[in-house]
């Protein structure tokens, strides 16, 4: 869970009807955004930024309960938090281990010259999500946001 939200009151983002199966919405409340997505699994509510280099999940692509990041082809269960595929670029997963960059079937091997930015893709944490609490009252999406 988000921290912060522990305790922290519910504010309504969204009505149901809003949110088509399959859909994926951004809330932002100051600098934080969040990605509220309506998956076989339930509505969930997590940080609208890949855990991987932030790009906006938002805009990428669910399939079922898994969201595709639109960076660097990284793929996360929404149900779980957990990694399905590791970004092209590689780098530490959340245990701990280190994955290699990849290419996509059909595309040329992706060359990984040394220097800073191949040190930097190989030290790089592809973190698990962070879930914000929700709740839905009378048709609306109500969520927890952390306390300042």
Avoid: N
Wanted: net charge neutral.
């Amino acid at each position: 869970m988000a921290p912060g939200t522990t305790g922290a009151p519910f504010e309504a983002v969204l009505d149901v009807a809003d949110l088509p199966y399959g859909g994926l919405r951004r809330i932002s409340r100051g600098d934080l955004d969040i990605l509220v997505a309506s998956t076989p699994a339930g509505i969930v509510a997590t940080d609208d930024r890949c855990p991987h280099m932030s790009a906006p999940l938002s805009i990428g692509e669910l399939d079922g309960c898994v969201v595709a990041c639109p960076l660097h082809e990284g793929r996360f269960d929404l149900s779980t938090g957990e990694i399905v595929q590791m970004p092209t670029t590689g780098g530490i997963d959340a245990d701990g281990i280190y994955r290699p960059t990849w290419s996509p079937a059909g595309r040329d091997a992706k060359v990984d010259p040394p220097g800073k930015k191949a040190e930097a893709r190989r030290l790089t944490r592809v973190r698990r999500l962070r879930y914000y609490p929700l709740r839905i009252v009378d048709g609306r999406i109500e969520i927890a946001f952390p306390r300042d």
